[in-house]
């Protein structure tokens, strides 16, 4: 079974600078999607970014960015210019498809510091 | 995306009471994921919902405690039943988006405590 880990349970960064967030995952699947998201305290479910494993090349989404690397199974978030709105916890995740389940890492509470 | 909305948004309930959790969806899909978060911990699957068939439940979360319907495509319940102050979670639903294949979405969530 596929398992997600997320090595760094708090993670703190300065307003406008950069963060990375780690994420590790086991499958032995070669077609899957990675998924960050965010839970601000309203405790809504935000989508931040998505990768398919078939693609090579990093997804992007304004200040998000990820690092992919395949045979690591490696899918690290980079945020950039952190904002104070972004403080929350980041949790990284995997699936098949988008019809099935998604397996969570334990996530990454993140705190951007004026 | 998809545009889910959930009812209740937040809730207090009596120690031994049910309580229902609906989760409506703007596009028909195939799948619906319950989910809980237990505070200050992720996301654990409940069960895997699929029109016109029984719910797929997760070891660890059986029908008789947690019944869930599925009646149309658009549409879904979740009930926690005979509630205990273990019940205190957050439960969200979660379906792909049809516009946006093998993208996954939840709904704002339902935040119950039981007292």
């Known amino acids: 079974a596929q398992t997600v880990t997320q090595s760094q349970p708090e993670m703190s960064v300065q307003e406008a600078e950069t963060v990375t967030l780690s994420c590790t995952y086991d499958?032995?699947?070669?077609?899957?999607?990675l998924f960050w998201y965010k839970q601000p305290p309203s405790r809504q479910m935000i989508l931040v970014i998505r990768q398919e494993a078939y693609k090579q090349q990093n997804a992007t989404e304004n200040r998000f960015s990820v690092n992919f690397q395949k045979a690591a199974k490696s899918f690290s978030l980079k945020i950039s210019d952190s904002q104070l709105g972004d403080t929350a916890m980041y949790f990284c995740?995997?699936?098949?498809?988008?019809?099935?389940?998604?397996?969570f890492g334990k996530g990454t509470r993140l705190s951007v510091i004026a | 995306s998809a545009v889910i909305s959930q009812k209740p948004s937040r809730d207090i309930c009596q120690r031994g009471t049910s309580l229902t959790i609906q989760c409506q969806v703007d596009s028909q899909v195939t799948m619906m994921f319950w989910y809980r978060q237990q505070p200050g911990q992720s996301l654990t699957l409940i069960a895997t919902?699929?029109?016109?068939?029984?719910?797929?439940?997760e070891s660890g979360f059986v029908i008789d405690k947690f019944p869930i319907s599925r009646p149309n495509l658009t549409f879904s319940t979740l009930t926690v039943s005979n509630m205990s102050p273990e019940d205190s979670s957050i439960y969200l639903c979660?379906?792909?988006?049809?516009?946006?294949?093998?993208?996954?979405?939840f709904g704002e969530g339902s935040w119950l405590t039981v007292v």
């Open positions: 995740a995997f699936a098949y498809s988008g019809n099935t389940p998604l397996v």
């Open positions: 499958t032995s699947e070669n077609n899957y999607y």
């Open positions: 979660s379906v792909e988006g049809q516009t946006s294949g093998n993208t996954i979405y």
């Open positions: 919902a699929n029109q016109g068939s029984e719910a797929t439940y």
